[in-house]
């Protein structure tokens, strides 16, 4: 019976790493296959073996010494913060309202914020473009800050109404017998409790922004409004011949910066999805 049970354990723990294995050689494989190809020299990148004979960074430092590319850096790190930020203000806000106050309809609307998050983004670009056109601000930061702020809303505001839920309104009531405003109580009380799960947020809607393509490409013309993402695609179908250690190369760098932040976030992150969602 006893080694029935451990055999039984030893099955289960198999097909549990199973899975998990496979999802992780199927993430990290093509990382480490571009970071040894950015290696490389063009003539090299064709052969069939993975690591470079002679590595060279040359690649990287053509890149981290052109003026250009920190332009598209700063672009896509000013328009992913101010979006991020925004985001969360708002979300905390919409979150607090659907979490403290019962009024009519409420779940329907809490559904209907989501449909811009079913819906397919390229289904957005057309009337997306033509508003944006009315209003005078195509081709400018504005335009993709309120953009990127949209789309991260509905879902920031659904992590976040389940913190909310866990707050005690005890602890509410008590500060405002203490004379606190309805704005102090939110503040003051309900956000510290619920930072983990704003830093979930946070983080989810910087790496939405950072990563957005489509809009960017369909809302701007100029060259001084592009992000790395842009960037990274006209620098794939504007050469004659692809430069693909150069192009690795930058896709190293662009990714970089996110996966730095999952690991310094990457506890809170997942203790806030999960908190979250059971909450």
């Known amino acids: 019976m006893g080694r029935g049970s451990r055999l039984s354990r030893a099955g289960s723990r198999i097909l549990v790493w199973i899975p998990l294995i496979v999802l992780v050689a199927w993430s990290l494989v093509?990382?480490?296959?571009?970071?040894?190809?950015?290696?490389?020299?063009?003539?090299?990148?064709?052969?069939?073996?993975?690591?470079?004979?002679?590595?060279?960074?040359?690649?990287?430092?053509?890149?981290?010494?052109?003026?250009?590319?920190?332009?598209?850096?700063?672009?896509?790190?000013?328009?992913?913060?101010?979006?991020?930020?925004?985001?969360?203000?708002?979300?905390?806000?919409?979150?607090?309202?659907?979490?403290?106050?019962?009024?009519?309809?409420?779940?329907?609307?809490?559904?209907?914020?989501?449909?811009?998050?079913?819906?397919?983004?390229?289904?957005l670009i057309v009337p997306l473009y033509e508003l944006v056109e009315r209003l005078g601000l195509l081709d400018t930061y504005v335009a993709l800050i309120l953009t990127y702020t949209a789309t991260a809303i509905p879902l920031s505001t659904w992590i976040l109404i389940g913190f909310f839920h866990a707050v005690p309104v005890e602890f509410e009531e008590a500060a405002a017998i203490d004379g606190a405003t309805l704005w102090q109580r939110l503040w003051?009380?309900?956000?510290?409790?619920?930072?983990?799960?704003?830093?979930?947020?946070?983080?989810?809607?910087?790496?939405?922004?950072?990563?957005?393509?489509?809009?960017?490409?369909?809302?701007?013309?100029?060259?001084?409004?592009?992000?790395?993402?842009?960037?990274?695609?006209?620098?794939?179908?504007s050469m004659g011949i692809q430069d693909w250690p150069l192009v690795n190369a930058f896709t190293i760098l662009t990714i970089v910066p996110i996966l730095i932040l999952y690991l310094i976030f990457e506890r809170r992150i997942v203790s806030g999805l999960t908190s979250g969602a059971l909450k």
């Not at 010494?65 to 919409?94: H, K, M, P």
């Not at 983990?196 to 946070?202: C, H, K, L, N």
């Not at 939405?208 to 006209?234: C, H, I, M, S």
């Open 188 to 237: 003051r009380v309900v956000v510290p409790i619920a930072v983990p799960g704003m830093v979930t947020v946070g983080v989810l809607a910087l790496r939405e922004a950072w990563n957005e393509f489509p809009f960017v490409l369909a809302l701007t013309t100029g060259a001084d409004k592009r992000t790395l993402p842009y960037q990274l695609f006209l620098l794939r179908d």
């Open 30 to 123: 093509p990382i480490l296959w571009s970071f040894a190809a950015s290696l490389k020299t063009p003539l090299e990148v064709y052969r069939a073996n993975w690591i470079p004979e002679d590595p060279t960074f040359a690649n990287y430092r053509e890149l981290l010494g052109s003026a250009s590319f920190w332009r598209y850096f700063g672009n896509s790190a000013f328009l992913a913060l101010t979006s991020a930020a925004i985001a969360v203000f708002c979300s905390v806000l919409a979150a607090y309202g659907f979490a403290r106050y019962a009024f009519r309809f409420r779940n329907l609307l809490l559904v209907a914020i989501l449909i811009p998050r079913i819906l397919p983004r390229a289904s």
